[in-house]
């Protein structure tokens, strides 16, 4: 083992002088090339180089350090690690510690305030708050930039952080969770982030894997055990996991520690189902080596099933296989911010046109530049800063109402910036277990070709059961008497009954053997190292637990049970029935042959200890069995009845053999199972010799159950528009079987199943066959679905999004992701993920909008998702309602907010003009901070109050969601309708002061003020689409402010003029004019062309 190490560390030596920290210098690839030749430069030129542009070279290398140690990204790579030795590791492995947090003490300011002044708005006000410290450029005074600006910043750092510290609240409840760490000196408990590489640790059944482990021994008396992997790959079935064997055979558990041993892992990678390592025992004479693969590690985040087990660490934190295949959360921004940012571009270059135009108009008179600066300043209120204030509060109150619905109790809102997305949504991507599915099996049906038994007739199944096993027990068990009923019942039975019997008992006795499941015993009483006492086992009914690999396998065995046929033991050799009277048969494994999905079918070689009769069985997907069983008229259109039904469907089937005829098979079996060459397929062809002309025995009907309200929400969100693709990770014909039965495919459509292909060739003709077919579902595999996207990404998207519904199976959780990509760049729409497994986080964290479920599979989609929600049919209500409603308000909000702005700034430009251009404001100081603040804010931001229809409506009429999809409620050409309102409103307000001014100037802000304040908040009426009381309050209580306020600003108003009667007349005669027309406008409007929401409301 000593030679790779060597070849490492000449690898290494190279780099050694440049290590500034003990994490080694992290280096990308494209540093390899850079890092030496840069070295010997440096040595070469000392004090020249260094003036010569070195000081570049060293700045940007401690920049790079930098960034490379708060991101950490180090270079994978294979180790060696001693059992229960962690000191021994020659490099420094990552802490086992999860880490969900965006920033760091030190990056969060920055990190934070990057994120602001990314947006156009916001720099733009940094820009201009800073010009005010510019003497020369000083307008008023400085709060009134500051001020505002200011509390923006505020208010967003606060809702970061608040964010932030929940999610390191989240993770740090993960990291303190205890593990038993086995020492020389015993047993200590120790956190899971200080879990180390080379640890030994104990897990108890149902706790969490820590870290990735190889598993070294177990209390099971088989040296397996069960893990559950949802949390990883998303499948609910449990995976068996075997010890080495080396360390499960030492006597007890001290004695890990009296050997010497080692495990050589090779470098953590992302794949979850591949694992190459060898485990080494150097004290034994001679050494021991084992081959360590899948089936001896256990990764983190899965769960133990049963069990305790042993494990030695040697992947942690960064490293562990489930961290790799997470990605790193993206700050996610709504696309209505990204449009607000657009308009605020257009209205920037608006104000510099003006401020030109001014400045031009002015004649280029003196220092021109300074005016035109001075211009810009003015008119800056064409952006408004509250802008952002009142979004962002929007957003706030957005998430408040979703969080206190009643109608969708539990659901929570994680990440605060983006509930207008619900509203824009287009794709909807889903994982298929536990989001559409309960994940619960139960046997539904059973079919003899002529009879058969539903939930309702099971009872009969009973009978006969108990019929068949009610003979003299010398008789039992063989198929020589199980057709000769016992004597009394034959002369009161017809002659048919006796074969229906004998079959009924014939397909439940097939059942009961045909499978891979282990009934599993609680042991009571304190459970010591390994061995159990026999006796100590409790094996009543009610401590058994069936352990299986597929949920369907024990919804098979449990309803054997239910009518009397109980599978009690299983060993790798032998497996134990008991009869309704309670006699126990003894039936010998021959061979088992597992399920694989290329066979699709398992079987099994049993003889019964009593007869000594030898039977083939086998159970499958039908596609596979209905050549192997003889010929049959009922078996293809059963299997299509079921699987309309949305069962899954599995076909049973026996063959008799005699001894010779086995010991033949077993010679040539054991011959092609050691063959060097082709051994898969030679063993298939010689299994393939037993599978001809088996009897068929029964159709079995297991129903996977879906989610409440499954179907009819999937209706509502496919009537919206949306269209909907599932995503998962299990096998082509469940997916297929679910998406019927959920009505993701309605009934009336085709599905096209798209081949499996390899090669470009194939996916090429593939691609062409897909394409001749109009309106049908499209179900492809995952293999498939990576080889058209490595040579036809454009076409297959293309092609896809053109479909009603998509089903991808057999999924990566780094292909959800991908897929999520995928959409957003070639369509440009808005995608939405929903999952609830830990193998969904990748696919939310990429999506615009990510909702997780808290389902059986855990939390930690719902802690990663930006909406958590407790069941799948609460989605509906989520998008249609609070979906459609944010997006709405908030473009309402928004592009008031932007006429707020517009029209005092029309005014200004009026004023100007009139004054021969003088670059002075109209309104000084406190005015111009109230007008955006005290005096106008509660009525608009009582704008998010808004609806245009009741939530039931809403619900009812899922196609008014379709209309926001094509972003109407917020364009340039809505935006242009504003700005003409505000021009129109600007210029009557000035012209009419001017006109209407008597003797002195101080009157003309009095009277344009006062109309203006009352302009805003008859346009905030006339926006209102349903009136809320608190709006009413916000009206009035702004009107209140503002009039109370008249008396203290007595720098700008003259209280004896305010009160006379002249100024309320020209005020009013103002306003009218400035308002009427809108108000008549509106109205004729909604005679004319009324939206579609008016149409169901009235």
């Not at 070849?7 to 780099?15: G, P, T, V, W, Y």
């Not at 046997?443 to 002529?450: I, N, S, Y």
Request: aromatic share 10%; net charge neutral.
């Amino acid at each position: 083992m000593e030679w790779y190490q060597l070849e490492d560390e000449s690898a290494h030596l190279d780099e050694m002088p440049l290590m500034m920290s003990e994490e080694g210098f992290e280096n990308d690839e494209s540093d390899y090339h850079t890092l030496p030749r840069a070295r010997t430069m440096q040595r070469k030129r000392g004090l020249q180089w260094f003036v010569c542009g070195g000081w570049k070279f060293l700045c940007t290398s401690c920049c790079d350090w930098l960034i490379n140690i708060c991101q950490r990204k180090r270079e994978l790579k294979a180790r060696t690690v001693w059992l229960g030795y962690p000191e021994k590791c020659e490099e420094k492995h990552p802490r086992n510690s999860i880490k969900n947090q965006k920033y760091n003490v030190f990056t969060f300011i920055p990190g934070v305030l990057y994120e602001q002044f990314k947006f156009f708005l916001n720099l733009y006000f940094l820009v201009v708050s800073c010009s005010q410290f510019v003497p020369a450029l000083k307008i008023g005074y400085l709060y009134t930039y500051w001020a505002p600006l200011g509390f923006v910043l505020a208010v967003t750092i606060m809702r970061e952080a608040v964010d932030e510290f929940r999610r390191f609240q989240r993770d740090k409840e993960v990291n303190s969770q205890l593990y038993s760490k086995l020492t020389i000196r015993g047993k200590v408990q120790v956190k899971s982030s200080d879990i180390q590489v080379g640890d030994l640790i104990i897990v108890e059944k149902n706790q969490r894997i820590p870290s990735d482990m190889v598993f070294l021994r177990t209390s099971e008396k088989a040296g397996s055990c069960f893990i559950r992997t949802d949390q990883l790959d998303g499948e609910t079935d449990w995976k068996l996991k075997v010890a080495v064997s080396c360390t499960q055979r030492l006597p007890a558990l001290g004695d890990l520690f009296s050997i010497s041993a080692y495990v050589y892992a090779q470098k953590p990678q992302l794949d979850i189902h591949s694992f190459e390592g060898t485990f080494t025992r150097e004290d034994s004479d001679p050494p021991i080596h084992e081959s360590l693969s899948i089936e001896n590690t256990l990764w983190a985040s899965t769960v133990v099933a049963s069990g305790t087990v042993i494990g030695v660490v040697i992947y942690t934190g960064k490293e562990t296989r489930s961290v790799m295949n997470t990605s790193n959360p993206k700050n996610k921004v709504g696309l209505l911010d990204l449009e607000l940012n657009q308009l605020t571009k257009a209205l920037f270059l608006a104000l510099v046109a003006l401020s030109v135009v001014m400045v031009t108009l002015q004649g280029f008179v003196g220092p021109w530049y300074r005016n035109l600066f001075r211009f810009l300043l003015l008119f800056s209120y064409i952006i408004p800063i509250s802008l952002r204030v009142n979004l962002d509060m929007g957003k706030a109150a957005y998430g408040w109402m979703i969080m206190k619905d009643e109608n969708i109790p539990g659901t929570v809102v994680r990440t605060s910036t983006i509930p207008e997305e619900l509203g824009r949504l287009v794709y909807l991507l889903t994982d298929k277990t536990g989001t559409l599915t309960q994940n619960e099996m139960v046997f539904k049906r059973l079919h003899l070709g002529t009879v058969s038994y539903g939930t309702d007739t099971m009872d009969e199944i009973q009978n006969h059961v108990r019929n068949s096993y009610s003979q003299t027990p010398s008789q039992a068990g063989g198929n020589s008497t199980s057709s000769t009923p016992p004597r009394k019942s034959q002369s009161s039975a017809p002659k048919v009954r006796k074969s229906v019997s004998s079959r009924v008992h014939e397909a439940v006795k097939a059942i009961a053997l045909c499978h891979n499941v282990t009934p599993v015993y609680e042991a009571h009483g304190a459970a010591t190292e390994t061995e159990f006492a026999e006796a100590d086992q409790d094996f009543s009914d009610d401590n058994r637990t069936y352990q299986a690999s597929s949920p369907d396998e024990v919804a098979l065995v449990q309803w054997t049970e239910s009518v009397g046929l109980t599978l009690v033991n299983r060993d790798l050799t032998s497996m134990q029935l008991r009869t309704p009277s309670g006699q126990i048969l003894t039936y010998c494994i021959l061979q088992t042959f597992p399920f694989t999905s290329e066979s699709k079918r398992m079987g099994v070689i049993v003889r019964d200890e009593s007869t000594a009769e030898i039977t083939f069985y086998m159970k499958g997907a039908d596609v596979a069995m209905s050549t192997i069983v003889q010929y049959n008229d009922w078996l293809e259109e059963e299997c299509g009845n079921m699987a309309r039904e949305g069962l899954r469907t599995l076909v049973v089937a026996k063959r008799a053999l005699t001894e010779e005829q086995y010991q033949d098979f077993e010679s040539r079996y054991s011959q092609a199972k050691l063959s060097l060459h082709d051994r898969a397929l030679k063993v298939a062809a010689v299994v393939e010799s037993l599978e001809r002309e088996m009897e068929l025995l029964c159709l079995t009907g297991v129903e996977d159950q879906l989610q409440a309200d499954v179907r009819p929400t999937l209706e509502m969100l496919r009537n919206a528009g949306i269209k909907i693709w599932m995503l998962t990770g299990d096998k082509l014909e469940t997916a297929t079987c679910i998406a019927k039965s959920s009505h993701l495919v309605s009934r009336t459509q085709d599905t096209h199943v798209f081949r499996p292909v390899t090669s470009r060739g194939e996916a090429h003709l593939e691609l062409n066959a897909f394409r001749r077919k109009h309106d049908c579902a499209l179900v492809i595999s995952g293999d498939s679905l990576e080889v058209c996207l490595k040579y036809y990404e454009h076409e297959f998207v293309e092609l896809a999004c053109q479909c009603p519904a998509v089903v991808c199976c057999r999924c990566s959780p780094t292909q959800k992701a991908h897929i999520v990509k995928l959409l957003q760049q070639h369509t440009g729409k808005r995608t939405c993920a929903i999952g609830d497994g830990g193998n969904d986080v990748s696919m939310i964290q990429a999506a615009d909008c990510g909702i997780g479920i808290e389902g059986k599979e855990g939390r930690q989609a719902s802690l990663a998702a930006d909406f958590s929600i407790t069941q799948f049919k609460h989605i509906g209500r989520l998008l249609m309602v609070h979906g459609r409603s944010s997006y709405k308000r908030s473009a309402a909000l928004g592009q008031f907010v932007m006429h707020r702005g517009l029209i005092i700034s029309t005014m200004q430009a009026v004023f100007s003009s009139v004054f021969y251009f003088a670059s002075v404001p109209l309104y000084q100081g406190f005015l111009m901070v109230g007008y955006a603040t005290v005096y106008t804010m509660f009525p608009v931001f009582s704008l998010v109050l808004d609806r245009d229809v009741k939530p039931e409506m809403a619900m009812l009429y899922p196609e008014l969601y379709k209309d926001l999809t094509k972003g109407r409620s917020l364009s340039f050409k809505t935006f242009l309708v504003w700005v003409l309102i505000s021009v129109y409103q600007g210029g009557i307000l000035m012209y009419g002061a001017l006109v209407l001014f008597e003797s002195e100037f101080v009157h003309v802000v009095a009277i344009s003020f006062t109309a203006l304040i009352l302009t805003e908040l008859l346009m905030v009426a006339l926006t209102v689409r349903t009136w809320h009381w608190l709006m009413v309050v916000a009206q009035f209580l702004s009107l209140g402010c503002y009039i109370a306020s008249l008396a203290f600003l007595n720098e700008y108003f003259d209280v004896a003029f305010i009160t006379t009667v002249t100024f309320v007349w020209k005020v009013s005669a103002i306003t009218v004019v400035s308002c009427l027309p809108l108000y008549v406008l509106k109205y004729l409007r909604r005679k004319l062309s009324p939206p579609s929401y008016s149409k169901l409301t009235s």
